[in-house]
């Protein structure tokens, strides 16, 4: 025991999880390329992006189910784990239709990976129990699968797979096939689980609700590439590319020419108008000349008659009745900008006048593919 | 007045039951009819046939066992024992050669194009005669068969060896062929069916393949090798192709005791060999039942439901 504590600050400091240079392809697709992610102790990371984007294939390469073309570096907690098979990994999936087995009641569900590992019975029987509680299905022991209602599956699929201590716990939509209710109850329960396990987490989804509101950090990937890899907050407020932006729900993304910077701030020629946006480039890679998107969140487009910030003439289209709020959009020079409302503007004129800060509008450079 | 009143409800409660007699209703009632008329009646009268007295070639009504006792001599009663051995010993083979098989076509491959021809090339040879598939052996197995002309060239025996034709050996080795299919395709459909997904769970959450095989896959394979298992043994109980083409006359099965008997127009006696088979048969598939029942309680729920 005097031992360990050094062992564990030195092993506390690496990361449980490290990939360097994986390729993988389907055929003539390339569906990963030369990815590399570290994965910190205890974290909560999210791969999100949208169907085809490699994310899924990417968790299966982790558990072991897939394995890469290449690959230059998987270390788990230090091991390389390149050729180990899924049964020799110490990470556990949550598929996303919970995969239970039909044939076995819960309790033996959960205990399977312990009687695989020949764990004696009654030993067994009591870290199933405990897992059970966790997940908040006590007294569910001898329930057979077909009599739960899909959040319970859920909660089997989570305490078959902790119970076995893995390193990760990697989970694939596991939200995808609840409905909306549920959806938010479980993301609620999914941080309070990893909260009282520690264990590291990597989930994959396309909600980038869901990554914003569980997440340490996000993996945004694209087309078998991380495009951006950072806080929930960095993806939400600073996204990096057009692509992020329009991914992280900015409505209006307009391309333009930089014409000066000036300090963070960058003027922006859209359509042979101006407006001021904060780069979220390196400024160091923008320089006037460049082809740029601005992109700004519908909730930052204000109707204002003071001529603050960026303003531009608009004539109003008609609004669009959203639930809890109302999009308007409008036609401008910068071309059509949506703004939301809580409630219908009363007396709102046809031409008026539109404005947004220019610390809300984010500006970055163009990637090839969007120069047109 | 009032009986237009009371014809009018009839009319009307008519119309409302209508309904009740759906097609589908129609149709349990002709397949049951069908079933009663075509598979039950036969074995109902066999049973009779069989307590008849033979009068000629008609029955003198009133009952007696004798046909059963002119049925259960010596040598019958060996017969029936080598062919209950016989056709559970290739049953057997017919599984440990099949399941992997089944397995194997059902989550192994993965080119869809290769499946089918493998499936295809599994049912090709029934459109052969059996008699025709079946004497092939004679010309492998013979004493200047392949095998014996193989193993005298190499050196191997200095004279032929003679038990491989015309033995116990050889209608083994003829029933396996015919009856590989049937083992096969029930298994190869519950298989089938198992969710891919929960095989990767199982590799997931540490199993090894054995591991799998055993906790994960034979189980949810039950009802597939259960109909499989009756599926060759109770056709292979009638075979008389093997036993006819393959023993040499060494290796009576039970099939050709029935040719016998009918040859002889002792059809008393051939329909109480006929109903020992079907009692037997429907024992064992009781008993098996029972212990599959009782070996793994969790899988009881499905095979009542398969059974049912």
């Known amino acids: ?372 | 007045m009032s009986v237009i009143v009371l014809d009018k409800d009839a009319a009307v409660s008519h119309l409302q039951r209508r309904p009740r007699v759906s097609l589908e209703r129609g149709a349990i009632i002709l397949v049951t009819a069908l079933w009663v008329l075509g598979a039950l009646m036969p074995i109902l009268a066999l049973f009779v046939i069989s307590v008849l007295r033979a009068k000629g070639l008609s029955f003198d009504f009133s009952l007696t066992l004798q046909a059963y006792r002119d049925v259960l001599v010596d040598f019958r009663l060996e017969i029936i024992l080598r062919t209950l051995r016989v056709v559970a010993v290739v049953t057997l083979i017919e599984f440990l050669l099949g399941y992997p098989f089944a397995i194997w076509l059902a989550k192994g491959i993965r080119s869809g194009l290769a499946k089918s021809i493998i499936l295809v090339l599994l049912v090709v040879p029934f459109f052969l005669s059996p008699a025709a598939r079946t004497i092939v052996w004679r010309s492998i197995l013979g004493n200047d068969g392949l095998i014996n002309n193989l193993l005298l060239s190499v050196g191997l025996v200095d004279t032929p060896v003679s038990w491989l034709l015309f033995s116990e050996f050889a209608v083994h080795l003829g029933l396996i062929g015919p009856y590989f299919p049937s083992m096969v395709w029930p298994i190869f459909i519950s298989v089938s069916l198992i969710d891919d997904e929960l095989i990767k769970a199982s590799r997931d959450l540490g199993a090894t393949g054995l591991q799998t095989l055993w906790y994960v896959v034979t189980p949810l394979a039950v009802p597939g090798i259960v109909a499989g298992f009756l599926f060759t043994a109770i056709p292979m109980l009638g075979d008389n192709v093997a036993s006819t083409l393959l023993g040499g006359g060494r290796v009576a099965l039970i099939a050709e005791s029935f040719d016998d008997l009918i040859r002889a127009m002792n059809f008393t006696g051939a329909a109480a060999l006929g109903a020992i088979l079907v009692v037997a048969v429907i024992a064992t598939a009781l008993i098996i039942r029972w212990v599959l029942v009782h070996l793994d309680r969790n899988n009881g729920h499905r095979l009542k439901v398969m059974s049912s």
């Open chain 1, 1 to 372: 025991m005097e031992g360990t504590p050094a062992i564990c600050a030195e092993s506390a400091r690496s990361p449980i999880l490290q990939l360097g240079g994986v390729w993988h392809s389907y055929g003539a697709v390339t569906v990963l390329h030369n990815i590399s992610l570290h994965v910190e102790r205890g974290e909560f990371l999210t791969l999100l992006g949208p169907s085809g984007s490699g994310k899924s294939t990417l968790l299966r390469i982790i558990a072991g189910l897939e394995n890469p073309q290449k690959v230059a570096m998987m270390l788990l907690d230090g091991m390389d784990i390149t050729w180990a098979p899924a049964n020799e990994r110490n990470v556990s999936t949550v598929f996303q239709h919970f995969a239970l087995f039909p044939h076995m009641s819960v309790g033996e569900n959960v205990e399977y990976s312990l009687k695989l590992r020949r764990i004696p019975a009654p030993e067994r029987r009591r870290r199933a129990e405990s897992m059970l509680s966790l997940v908040r299905l006590t007294g569910k022991y001898d329930r057979r699968i077909y009599q739960l209602s899909g959040g319970e599956r859920q909660r089997v699929a989570l305490a078959r797979s902790l119970v076995m201590g893995p390193d990760i716990l990697l989970l694939d939509e596991p939200l995808g096939a609840l409905d909306e209710r549920l959806r938010l109850d479980m993301q609620r329960e999914l941080i309070e689980l990893r909260r009282a396990t520690g264990v590291t987490f990597i989930l994959v989804t396309h909600s980038q609700e869901e990554a914003v509101s569980m997440s340490d950090r996000i993996a945004l990937m694209r087309a078998g590439t991380i495009e951006q890899l950072g806080s929930p907050n960095d993806l939400f407020s600073r996204p990096q590319t057009e692509f992020a932006a329009r991914f992280m729900g900015f409505e209006n993304v307009m391309h333009g020419i930089l014409r000066a910077k000036r300090g963070d701030l960058a003027e922006v020629d859209v359509g042979g108008a101006t407006l001021l946006g904060r780069m979220v480039s390196k400024s160091a890679a923008m320089n006037p000349g460049d082809r740029v998107f601005a992109a700004i969140r519908a909730e930052h487009v204000e109707v204002d008659c003071q001529r603050t910030g960026n303003s531009v003439t608009a004539v109003r289209g008609d609004p669009i009745y959203k639930g809890r709020y109302y999009d308007i959009p409008f036609s401008t020079q910068l071309g059509t900008l949506i703004a939301r409302f809580g409630e219908l503007p009363v007396n709102l004129a046809c031409k008026t006048n539109i404005t947004f800060s220019p610390e809300r509008c984010v500006v970055g450079v163009l990637g090839p593919e969007g120069i047109h």
